[in-house]
């Protein structure tokens, strides 16, 4: 889809070129970190979809991208890409949707003069790593004063909570990411994945309730101890006192 940063550099033939693409990288690396917070802080606090936690992050930025116009399978690479993060058997529906932010980003991009900027940002639902995923996608294009155009995009993979997701719209959104001819099949192992999620709950339950029950007894143990070692050590102290007492009445004598 695009070349990276030491690639592009190669090709420049003047100082200023090279840090032009510096100057477009530094760009970047701040978008990335605004976006890696504010998608983060969303997704926790989203009413709708809100996540546990983020798990996987990945990005990149891609400089002098232009619009694939060979016919291929996966022309921006987004499959392979998520080939490295998801694993699942019902992501077929997502990679489309992601490709067509893709080539929308990029047919605005060619009605931009120099310096214009284009940003999308898409979530999605999806069923994979054996769990309910919220993916949010963040992409940023930015054509420079040569016209070419520079690309960033941030992925962020976080863990549905469930129990405070609306069920309706997390329906839809499943529905959504997921070929129609595929849905029975998610639904059924959606539903093998909730119940092992139920008995593994109650596994973890009792191996916390074991740990808390240990961690109890070893305090009292430690706790005992002690007041043992306390109370010898005031015995001892008691009886050289005593014996003190009796040494100076035999010298008074």
Do not use: W
Request: proline share 1%; aromatic share 6%; with cysteine.
């Amino acid at each position: 889809m695009g070349q990276n940063l030491s690639q592009e550099i190669k090709k420049k033939k003047t100082k200023e070129e090279v840090l032009e693409l510096y100057k477009q990288d530094r760009n970047m690396y701040r978008k990335y970190e605004e976006q890696k917070a504010k998608l983060y802080i969303d997704a926790l606090n989203d009413e709708c979809l809100p996540i546990l936690c983020a798990v996987d992050t990945f990005y990149d930025f891609l400089f002098n991208v232009k619009k694939q116009t060979v016919e291929s399978h996966d022309p921006y690479g987004i499959k392979i890409t998520m080939k490295k993060h998801l694993q699942g058997k019902y992501l077929t529906k997502l990679v489309e949707l992601l490709r067509g932010v893709v080539e929308n980003v990029l047919e605005q991009s060619e009605q931009i003069t120099a310096g214009g900027e284009v940003e999308e940002t898409r979530t999605h639902v999806v069923s994979a790593n054996e769990n309910i995923l919220r993916i949010d996608y963040y992409l940023y294009l930015r054509k420079s004063a040569s016209g070419e155009n520079t690309l960033f995009y941030f992925v962020q993979v976080g863990v549905m909570d469930t129990a405070r997701a609306r069920q309706p719209v997390l329906i839809y959104e499943l529905t959504r990411a997921t070929k129609s001819e595929e849905l029975e099949d998610a639904s059924i192992d959606l539903e093998n994945i909730a119940k092992s999620s139920i008995r593994l709950q109650k596994a973890v339950q009792i191996l916390v309730n074991a740990a808390k029950q240990n961690a109890g007894e070893e305090q009292n143990r430690k706790r005992k101890r002690s007041l043992g070692e306390e109370e010898g050590g005031g015995e001892e102290g008691g009886g050289e006192e005593e014996g003190g007492g009796e040494e100076e009445g035999v010298g008074d004598q």
